[in-house]
């Protein structure tokens, strides 16, 4: 199949606007409203806050009312003009003049309906941005993090370091001269980290990989802008829910991205798709900017918690029928990367409690990392069902004719900066750290010393 972004270019791909997609989303909670409350409480929702399911469909109510209203005032003013011509015709001048005054009185009432409407349309729109996805039935029951299901685990054993090789990736990075957090604080402040020599060429490296590797596996590469506007965010669901972990430029109202999927998923928004279409596969390599701080102590130190790092990223649009063996296929990739680089990984299912505000289902990959004994997030690969091209408004024409939403995909392919924390510390040796056989054709250099 030719460049999917290129064909948008074509005939084939239909734009859509102005189409009220939050509508669907409303009769699926109007149709599901048991599996949406099931939902809510999955996600450890308080009954105060579930209240919210049935403002929806109240306002909804509201909504139709007066579309209803309007509607029949519409077709009576459409009645009344075709008289008024009539009533000219026949020289019944007063008549008609008594029926256009008739007439512009009732446009009066339907401007304020068209104003109520508007006014109830946005109201319901606000009400729906705070309504999470509906999860998947495997998603576990769970308060947090501590009650994620292990999915998958690393079959070997945990790496072992030498008692003269044992130092976390940080002190590593000092004595090799890997990369300067202190630079990067002076530069721009704690959390920004800055690569140099070796570390840079690193970087570069596992970029060049994992872009290579996702290539191979059929995806197109993007390279997307960094920065995004409030529609793009908002159609990808980091508006409303992340707004505090994004940075935020004021003065022209953009966003910077906090993961490729933000710009590479919005190349569809307005677009309808055919079935011949599917799988959409993309790839894009991007900086990510987060805001958000974490804890402090051991758990931030070093690469472990920064606010911009690399990412690879691979994104899929694919028929509802199709897309959790999707899911999988973008699983077995990611752990083909984490294969290749020899790092000992699991895979975690996300309980209710932490799976994000937008997914139906997620799946983390954590590699361990053997100096601080602990084990170190490095994916999250996400089926998204219709919640994005909801908000989208991205669509195909399925087997019926009929337009349907399709599912949206991604997952990081992969995280950079603890891919590089777990590769300096899992690889010392007291001799130097040693580089993965796949990354040596890209580094140049089997050993850093």
């Known amino acids: 199949m030719s460049s999917v972004v290129a064909k948008q270019r074509q005939e084939s791909f239909i734009f859509i606007k102005n189409y009220p997609s939050f509508m669907l989303e409303i009769n699926r909670i109007r149709q599901n409203r048991d599996d949406v409350i099931t ?5 450890n929702w308080s009954a105060d806050q579930m209240i919210i399911v049935d403002k929806v469909i109240d306002k909804d109510d509201e909504r139709k009312r007066v579309q209803t209203e309007l509607d029949q005032m519409n077709a009576h003013s459409n009645k009344k003009s075709k008289e008024i011509g009539q009533l000219f015709a026949q020289g019944k001048k007063e008549e008609a003049e008594a029926l256009k005054n008739e007439i512009g009185q009732l446009k009066g009432q339907m401007k304020e309906l068209e104003d109520q409407h508007r006014e109830v349309k946005q109201e319901l729109e ?9 999860l ?23 790496p072992e370091l030498d008692d003269k090789a044992n130092d976390p990736h940080w002190e590593l990075a000092e004595k090799y001269d890997l990369f300067d957090l202190k ?20 970087q570069r490296a596992l970029i060049n990989f994992f872009l290579d590797q996702a290539i191979a596996a059929g995806y197109e590469e993007i390279l997307p802008p960094l920065i995004v506007n409030e529609d793009t965010a908002r159609a990808t669901g980091q508006l409303p829910d992340k707004e505090g972990q994004m940075y935020h430029i004021t003065e022209e109202d953009f966003y910077l991205i906090p993961t490729a999927e933000v710009p590479i998923t919005n190349i569809f928004r307005d677009v309808k798709l055919k079935t011949s279409d599917f ?9 990510c900017f987060r805001r958000e701080a974490g804890s402090y102590g051991a758990d931030v130190k070093g690469l472990n918690r920064v606010h911009q790092f690399d990412k690879v990223e691979i994104v899929q649009i694919d028929h509802p029928n199709r897309s959790y063996d999707t899911l999988d296929d973008m699983l077995a990739h990611v752990e083909g990367l984490l294969k290749k680089l020899e790092l ?33 997030e490095v994916s ?7 919640f994005q091209s909801n908000r989208m408004n991205l669509k195909f024409k399925n087997d019926e004719g009929k337009n349907q939403l ?15 924390a777990a590769l300096l510390e899992n690889n010392q040796t007291p001799e130097g750290i040693k580089i993965p056989a796949v990354l040596q054709p890209y580094t140049g250099f089997n050993i850093i010393k």
């Open 279 to 287: 799988p959409v596969k993309l790839t894009g390599h991007t900086p």
């Open 39 to 43: 939902t809510l409480k999955k996600r």
């Open 406 to 420: 399709a599912h949206t995909l991604n997952g990081s392919a992969l995280a950079l900066a603890r891919i590089v």
């Open 126 to 134: 606000e009400f729906l941005l705070q309504i999470p996805n509906i």
């Open 136 to 158: 998947h039935p495997s998603v576990p029951e769970g308060k947090g993090e501590e009650d994620n299901e292990v999915y998958k685990s690393w079959s070997e054993g945990l």
């Open 380 to 386: 999250s690969v996400s089926n998204f069902e219709t």
């Open 183 to 202: 630079l990067g604080a002076k530069i721009t402040g704690s959390g920004f980290p800055l690569y140099r020599n070796k570390g840079a060429k690193l």
């Open 344 to 376: 000992p990984y699991r895979i975690l299912r996300l309980c209710g409690g932490d799976v994000g505000f937008t997914s139906a289902l997620t799946y983390d990959f954590e590699v361990y990392s053997a100096a601080q004994k602990k084990w170190l």
